[in-house]
């Protein structure tokens, strides 16, 4: 069993930065693939972001590349996702979710275990 916990959301202008963080229980933790997802009003929920076991690997959907980085620390049990130059459209739930696998990957069916979710709100 995995716990996940995130935090960091917030509401921030276009333009701005904030860095989520979450905070996972259970001895599986270092050997689990890890990812951010999100979700808006009315929209299916898209990946974000993905690392693999080790954080050496890692893979970003198309419109977040180059300005969000996820990286993990397996001695804290975390993974942190830091979002720069947010867009409105960034606006969403954003979940951090833990893959029962190693190797990075961008379907949310691989994830065995969900956050409850941190409300990020970008303002134009």
């Known amino acids: 069993q995995v716990q996940l916990v995130e935090s960091g959301g917030g509401l921030v202008q276009a333009g701005g930065s904030l860095r989520l963080s979450c905070a996972a229980s259970?001895?599986?933790?270092?050997?689990?693939?890890m990812g951010w997802f999100r979700q808006a009003p009315g929209k299916e929920r898209e990946f974000v972001a993905a690392i693999n076991w080790s954080g050496i690997m890692t893979y970003y959907a198309d419109s977040v590349k180059g300005r969000f980085t996820i990286s993990r620390d397996n001695a804290k049990n975390t993974v942190s996702l830091q979002m720069n130059s947010l867009k409105p459209e960034d606006t969403a739930v954003y979940y951090c979710a833990a893959s029962s696998g190693m190797l990075v990957t961008t379907r949310s069916r691989n994830y065995d275990y969900w956050g409850q979710g941190t409300q990020v709100t970008v303002s134009s």
């Open positions: 259970g001895r599986t933790f270092s050997s689990s693939a």
